[in-house]
């Protein structure tokens, strides 16, 4: 499987938020695009879409983009609340805040933002898989 390689340009035009380089120089992207690596890998030796190996360099661009943009956008956001607004109201100001629902605490943590729930969607494929049931099948009466 063929290498990314990072381009901070493409980036800022896909994600308008970030492209302020004096907030966001190459040199921050670039650290990011590293720790999006962990998540998705970034190497010949990583297959992490076996299923489409004609598309398998866009489809790793496109995951390692995303997982840029969920881990800038959670740094961004250090001291605001994560979610979608559940409920408010104006008198005596009440907000309440509720998390996607994913059935597991690292989905939960990926629905945090927008980009981060794209690629929990986008990688839902890779996660399913059969069940092994180890052991003998013993009964009691034979």
């Not at 104006?90 to 933002?113: H, P, R």
């Amino acid at each position: 499987m063929a290498v990314v390689i990072f381009d901070p340009e493409n980036f800022r035009k896909l994600y308008p938020a970030f492209s302020d380089e004096n907030k966001y120089p190459d040199e921050v992207l670039t650290e990011y695009f590293g720790m999006a690596a962990e998540f998705v890998g970034n190497s010949d030796s990583t297959s992490f879409a076996p299923y489409d190996p004609d598309n398998h360099v866009y489809l790793r661009k496109r995951l390692l983009d995303l997982v840029m943009c969920h881990l800038l956008t959670l740094d961004e956001n250090t001291t605001g609340p994560v979610g979608r607004i559940s409920s408010a109201s104006q008198g005596s100001v009440s907000t309440s805040f509720e998390l996607l629902k994913t059935n597991s605490y690292i989905g939960d943590w990926w629905a945090q933002t927008r980009c981060g729930a794209q690629y929990w969607i986008m990688t839902a494929r890779y996660r399913v898989g059969g069940r092994f049931y180890g052991g003998s099948n013993y009964h009691p009466w034979g």
